[in-house]
């Protein structure tokens, strides 16, 4: 397991913490967040090439606070990889069991050639063993840098941006290939992303990292759909947040101060709330087309399309301003455009609240 108590890290005038965060064995874990929110600095503590202000670490079980880097045996893969130019990629990964086996100086003579095949077979790079990083594609470098990260045999493998420069098939190759070595090799880890995507495509466990804060811990599907609060909220892309006040007879009736009603699927247990809601789960129709018995109907006015990809973002005037994402091909057969009347509605399960700040 992977343990951080009270945790403080600080890097000038920026400080991280106090962290409290456990990561189980065997499992994959993602500490997301937006750039500078910290996240390389709790890395680097745990890594053990930047010290703890406050607080202990603990890897395996054993508090290793005060341990050198060298004695954590834990693995640390850069978003450059760090490989050395010029030894070829089988020295690199070799340069792993030297390193495994806690020696300081000297190369070991004769690194586990049957491990070495195995490492390159898992990762995809036996074609490379011969060639140098300088003549390997971004997503290759990473995976031999993996592959030297596992040599050593570690207890913990910790990620740091690792696929942040690697072009996007590359990136969904390396996704498949980090969850299936981890498992097989049944690695605790700790991946730092501020991808949404990539951390939800990884992780068991995603930790919200947010101006130096530990926002929330959960499952990905837990945290994407109750957020802590408006800043995890609206970085985890739920672009909908919107204030208002619970009905005093009704606490699944929420109003906003345009004097529209939601309605919601729990009581909401704050007289002043936000409320946030995906755009994904914003449903957008034809006027009066929209399913009679649908809850939560606003009018509309369309001010913004965005493409993006096989989605469009449609952004909307209304008593609610919302923004929704339809499918590009649902957006072409509802003819949508800039100035166009339309109907939103939202599922009362899909409407939720969180604290105001």
């Avoid at 299936?180 to 995603?206: I, N, P, Y």
């Amino acid at each position: 397991m992977i343990g951080l108590r009270g945790v403080e890290v600080a890097a000038g005038a920026f400080s991280v913490g106090p962290l409290d965060l456990d990561v189980p064995a065997g499992e994959y874990a993602v500490l997301l967040g937006p750039s500078g929110a910290g996240k390389t600095l709790v890395l680097e503590a745990l890594a053990g090439v930047r010290r703890v202000r406050a607080g202990r670490l603990f890897v395996d079980g054993a508090d290793v606070t005060r341990l050198p880097a060298e004695r954590r045996r834990v693995g640390l893969v850069f978003q450059d990889g760090l490989l050395f130019p010029h030894l070829s990629v089988a020295a690199n990964v070799a340069y792993g069991f030297h390193r495994g086996n806690g020696e300081r100086t000297g190369w070991l003579r004769r690194p586990s050639a049957e491990r070495l095949a195995q490492l390159a077979e898992e990762v995809g790079i036996t074609h490379l063993l011969k060639r140098r990083p300088q003549t390997l594609s971004g997503g290759e470098r990473q995976r031999v840098a993996l592959a030297r990260a596992l040599a050593a045999r570690p207890r913990a493998l910790l990620l740091d941006e690792p696929l942040s420069a690697v072009d996007v098939e590359a990136r969904e190759e390396l996704q498949e290939v980090l969850r299936s070595v981890c498992r097989r090799e049944g690695l605790t880890v700790l991946h730092v992303t501020h991808d949404r995507a990539e951390a939800f495509a990884l992780a068991d466990t995603c930790a919200l990292l947010v101006d130096g804060t530990l926002r929330q811990t959960g499952r990905p599907q837990d945290v994407l759909r109750w957020p802590a609060d408006e800043a995890v909220a609206r970085f985890l892309g739920a672009r909908n947040v919107v204030r208002a006040v619970r009905d005093e007879s009704d606490a699944r009736l929420a109003h906003l101060a345009t004097g529209v009603a939601l309605r919601v699927a729990d009581p909401l247990p704050a007289a002043a709330v936000d409320l946030v809601v995906r755009p994904e789960d914003v449903e957008v129709w034809p006027v009066g087309a929209a399913p009679p018995g649908a809850a939560n109907r606003l009018r509309a006015t369309v001010v913004r399309l965005v493409l993006q990809g096989g989605h469009v973002l449609v952004g909307a005037e209304s008593p609610a301003p919302m923004e929704a994402l339809v499918t590009a091909r649902r957006a072409e057969d509802l003819g949508l455009r800039v100035g166009a009347a339309v109907e939103l509605t939202v599922a009362p399960a899909c409407v939720h609240s969180i604290p105001t700040t």
